[in-house]
Structure formats: structure tokens, C-alpha cells
């Protein structure tokens, strides 16, 4: 068990240098390459979305607390939390659609509402995949989720790395499509 415990964790520790590490290199990237207009607006949303995650209501905090009492009712729980996952989507992609719109009317630019939908997408793809990735964590499969996160970011980062030749949001978007 403890060895279970010590790989689960350093695959998770891969994973977050991964992440972190791809996440540095886009913001160098968008900083660099991104006109001064564009970035303005990437950081407009971007701080929209932090405001987003700070009020999101993550169900799957209830596989960690509740696993092991409800261990032979997991699948009916996936299934709970997938429906929830699905309507919550639903209203932040409202939300998002609601709030690009306010300040495409206030900024008259098209590429906020670009950068919107590129965020709203990652937000949504991160909603869906993140009851999924609990649940192989509980199962100590950190593995399966550092391969398909390490897969995500190698392609984003490879995609990230064509900015400088399409230094526009609308490539961002294409490249989160």
C-alpha cells in the first residue's frame, strides 16, 4: 500500500511539472507574440475565469471523502456527477456566451469573444475529464491520468509552438478546437 502510495504520488508530481511547465512556456509565448490588444483581452477573460474556478462547485470532492462508503455504488456516482458536470457546462457556457457578449458590445472587438470561447472550451474539456481523472487517482491509477495529461500538454505545447507564425487569438482557438 505504501508503495502504491509513493508511485501515485510521483506520477501526480510529473503530472503538475508537466502541466506547470506548459503553462509557463504558453504565457511566454502569448507575451511574446500576441499583439498588445489581444494579450489585454486574454488577461480580461483569464481573470474572469479565475473568478469562475473560485465559485465552481466540484462534486467529485465527494468520490475522495465518500469512496470507501460508497465504494459498490462508484458507477451510479460517475453517472450523478457526469449529469451535474453536463448541466453545469451548460450554464457556464451561457454565462460565458452572456459575458463575451457584454464586452464585445462595450470593447467592439470580436477577439474577446475569441478568447472566450478558447477558455470556456479548455473549461469545459477540463469539467468533463476531471471526474475520471478522481477516480483513477482513488484507484491509484495516477499513471493512466500523468499519460492522457501528458499527451494533452505535449500537443498544446507542440501547437503553442506555431504562434509565432499565426500571432493571432483566432489560431489559439483553432488549436483549442
Not at 457578449?101 to 476531471?130: K, R
Request: charged share 10%; with cysteine.
Amino acid at each position: 500500500m505504501v508503495n502504491k502510495l509513493f508511485v501515485n504520488i510521483s506520477y501526480s508530481f510529473i503530472d503538475k511539472l508537466i502541466m506547470y511547465t506548459s503553462f509557463i512556456y504558453a504565457m511566454y509565448v502569448y507575451v511574446k507574440y500576441l499583439s498588445e490588444e489581444d494579450y489585454a483581452f486574454w488577461g480580461i477573460v483569464t481573470s474572469f475565469y479565475v473568478f469562475i474556478h473560485f465559485i465552481n462547485i466540484p462534486l467529485e470532492t465527494i468520490l475522495v471523502k465518500k469512496y470507501i462508503k460508497y465504494k459498490s455504488y462508484i458507477f451510479k456516482i460517475l453517472n450523478i456527477i457526469f449529469y451535474f458536470n453536463f448541466f453545469k457546462c451548460l450554464v457556464f457556457i451561457f454565462i460565458s456566451f452572456l459575458t463575451s457578449s457584454i464586452f464585445y458590445i462595450f470593447y467592439e472587438n470580436f477577439n474577446i469573444v475569441i478568447c472566450f470561447c478558447i477558455l470556456t472550451i479548455n473549461f469545459v474539456t477540463d469539467i468533463i475529464v476531471s471526474p475520471l481523472q478522481t477516480y483513477n487517482n482513488l484507484k491509484f491509477n495516477q499513471l493512466l491520468v500523468t499519460k492522457l495529461n501528458l499527451f494533452r500538454y505535449g500537443l498544446n505545447v507542440c501547437l503553442i509552438s506555431l504562434i509565432p507564425f499565426y500571432t493571432s487569438v483566432y489560431f489559439i482557438l483553432c488549436k483549442d478546437l
